[in-house]
Structures are given as C-alpha cells and as structure tokens.
C-alpha cells in the first residue's frame, strides 16, 4: 500500500467483491483436484490468479483499499495454497513434507494475531518477500498439475514447478521470520510499566 493512501471501512467494493469470489472458489478448486479434473482445476487457479492481480490492482486504481480487503486477499491467498498443496499431496504429486513445512510457518504467523491483538495491533503489513514467496507457490503448483499431463510439456514443466516450488518454500519462510521480527519490534518498541510511573 502507498503512503498516505486512506484505507477505508467498505465492505462491498469491487476489489472486495473479487476476493469474495475467489475466496468461494476454493472449495470449487479442492473438488476438482481431488476428483482429477486438472484441466478445469487449471482453470480454476487460472482464474484465481488473474482476480488476484486485479483486486489489488482496483483498489489503487480506484482508492478502495479497505481494512477488509487487507484480510480477506492474503487468507484467500493462503487458502488456496494449502488446498492446492493438500489435493496434489492427497495425489502423490508432492511429497507430503511440503505441506507440513508451508502449513507450519503460517500456524507460526496465526499464533501471532492474538499476541499482537492483545497489544492493540492489527495484522502485519505484507511485505515485498512475502507476496514474492506467495507469488512463486501459486505458479509452481499449477505447472505441478501441468507435468501430470502426457506429452512433452509435462517434463518442462516438473522442473520449472519444483524450481518456482523451492524459491517459494524458501521466500515463505523468509519472509513468515521477518514479520515475527517485525512483531517483536512492535512489541519492545512499547513503554514498560517503569517508563509510566509517578516520576
């Protein structure tokens, strides 16, 4: 988000209304991947991707970034990627420890929300690293479903998908370190009891 931009309290706003939609395709999307209907499950993250990019894109575009819109775009973000993860794990595709170790760093981050809330603080801002690693996870699993298909394509794009999969591992955690560092910043950066006292 830009400085000084106005982040509002709307609910029903285009960018909102797009992450909504997206949000209701994660359940579309786990049924296709686990019934192996690759080409509509494609699709589907075809689809996602290209809501993703546009939320983000009209709420600068037409000043409608809101409180809301800053929850609901990671939380469809992270949903789609431990669906995605738990289908193509549930099929073999990945191996299992993939998902324990993305899962892990964001139960990592979801202990962080009450601690900060307790606080007064809200949720952390995204950060470049964060929406990197985000970015990498959500092109390596659709080029992961892509190499189950026959024909030449599919080794091409076993090693392009493992390559995007290991920079996003890599960048997720990463950047799940910098916003516990982040955390622990707000919080030492808060007067102590003694700063209060009678003087």
């Known amino acids: 988000m830009q400085a000084g931009r106005q982040v509002r309290s709307a609910v029903w706003t285009v960018p909102n209304v797009l992450s909504m939609a997206r949000l209701a395709l994660v359940p579309v999307f786990a049924v296709l991947i686990t019934t192996g209907q690759d080409v509509w499950a494609l699709l589907v993250l ?6 993703d990019w546009l939320d983000g894109y009209l709420a600068r575009r037409l000043d409608q970034v809101t409180k809301l819109g800053q929850l609901l775009d990671p939380a469809a973000d992270r949903l789609f990627i431990v669906v995605t993860l738990v289908g193509l794990a549930w099929r073999g595709v990945v191996p299992l420890w993939v998902l324990v170790v993305v899962v892990a760093r964001d139960v990592m981050l979801a202990c962080l929300v009450p601690y900060l809330a307790r606080r007064g603080y809200g949720p952390l801002q995204v950060g470049f690293v964060g929406k990197a690693g985000t970015f990498a996870l959500l092109y390596a699993f659709p080029l992961l479903l892509l190499a189950q298909m026959p024909g030449a394509v599919g ?17 997720y955690w990463l950047a799940g370190l ?15 009891e003694d700063e209060g006292g009678d003087g």
Do not use: C, H, I, M
């Open 46 to 51: 075809a689809v996602s991707g290209v809501s």
């Open 155 to 171: 080794p091409v794009a076993q090693v392009v998908g493992w390559a995007f999969t290991w920079w996003g591992v890599g960048l």
């Open 178 to 192: 910098q916003y516990v560092a982040q955390a622990r910043r707000l919080v030492r950066a808060e007067p102590s």
